[in-house]
């Protein structure tokens, strides 16, 4: 599509989608959202590009391939489930090894472990599914356009 506004637009709101999309993956670690949404927030980023700059700009801008990015989220959310096992527990449970709690029932550090490792990986894997997707799609229309 070759729109001014869009474009324009689009310089504006891509950034602002990938921000959201950090921030509601890092909130979803202890609070509803997540990896899914802020995933699918990312994506809307990708599409948007692509609409406004053309596919072959969206995929220069991704910088790896789609797919690529879905397996290297998957292999960290198994890698947070084994960590559970690691850890002494059962499959994909939670483990916080920054957290730690007062004798007055206080915690203290960080809240990160297994679940942002495993939010981030359903982020990735859903960036790069949905996004292989969409490739796809738009290369179907553009090879059927040339027909």
Do not use: Q
Request: with cysteine.
């Amino acid at each position: 599509m070759n729109s001014t506004i869009l474009r324009t637009g689009s310089r504006v709101l891509l950034p602002l989608f990938l921000i959201a999309s950090v921030l509601i993956l890092l909130r979803g670690h202890n609070e509803p959202g997540g990896g899914f949404i802020g995933g699918l927030m990312a994506v809307i980023a990708v599409a948007l590009h692509a609409i406004a700059a053309g596919p072959e700009a969206a995929r220069a801008a991704l910088r790896v391939e789609p797919l690529a990015i879905a397996g290297i989220g998957l292999l960290c959310a198994v890698a947070a489930g084994f960590w559970g096992i690691a850890a002494g527990g059962d499959f994909l449970t939670g483990v916080w090894p920054l957290l730690s709690t007062t004798p007055e029932g206080d915690k203290a550090g960080l809240p990160v472990g297994s679940v942002l490792l495993f939010d981030t990986g359903v982020y990735l894997t859903v960036l790069g599914a949905v996004s292989a997707i969409l490739f796809a799609l738009e290369d179907a229309v553009y090879a059927e356009g040339d027909d």
